[in-house]
């Protein structure tokens, strides 16, 4: 999704766009780690924290899963067509 609907993302959960894509042109780790920094960020704004200051990952994950599902991140696709 945040390589076809970053704006999506963006919008929905009041991301910095700069933010977002200076965490993902790092290079010092994995795509999937710097993925994980976002739904954190994602996390936080959605008030998953829980004890020690730590966020709730799977409670993010749900957050973001059902508002796919629910289209309230947009009209978005996963299929892709071939060239």
């Not at 970053?6 to 910095?16: A, F, G, S, T, V």
């Not at 954190?40 to 990952?57: A, F, M, P, Q, T």
């Amino acid at each position: 999704m945040l390589e076809n609907y970053k704006e999506n993302l963006c919008n929905r959960y009041k991301l910095d766009k700069d933010y977002v894509e200076n965490i993902l042109k790092r290079n010092d780790r994995m795509e999937n780690e710097n993925i994980y920094d976002i739904m954190l960020e994602i996390g936080r704004k959605r008030g998953c924290v829980i004890s020690g200051g730590n966020i709730d990952d799977e409670k993010t994950s749900k957050i973001i899963l059902d508002e796919f599902k629910s289209g309230k991140l947009g009209k978005i696709t996963i299929e892709r067509v071939e060239d």
